[in-house]
């Protein structure tokens, strides 16, 4: 049973900073590339950032120098640092996992993120 789980969502001002978490079964963290899409109200859902089983890390133009994605294998746990957050960043955060650029095959909940 795969089970992705996002916590860390919140409300903050422009500027501010937030770390968002998935905590996934280990089966998932050892096969595949994991990463973040985002989906704001009337906009597209897009990839925000992915890391693959190798940590090979891609990132959004819109958020490079800003988010850092990481991953804790031994904790199950995949990390979005975001920094310098802005306006336009608000949006519900979803985890995802294995084939994160295209269509990926196991999605979160979603955690909201609301820049002000």
């Known amino acids: 049973h795969v089970q992705l789980v996002e916590s860390g969502g919140d409300s903050v001002q422009a500027g501010g900073s937030l770390r968002l978490s998935c905590a996934a079964s280990?089966?998932?963290?050892?096969?595949?590339?994991m990463g973040w899409h985002r989906e704001a109200p009337g906009l597209e859902r897009e990839l925000v950032s992915g890391i693959s089983h190798d940590g090979t890390t891609t990132y959004a133009d819109s958020v490079k120098g800003r988010f850092t994605i990481s991953r804790d294998n031994a904790k199950n746990t995949l990390y979005l640092q975001m920094n310098s957050l802005k306006t336009e960043d608000t949006a519900v955060y979803y985890c995802v996992a294995c084939s994160v650029a295209t269509f990926p095959e196991f999605w979160g909940q979603g955690t909201q993120v609301t820049v002000s």
């Open positions: 280990g089966y998932i963290l050892s096969q595949c590339g």
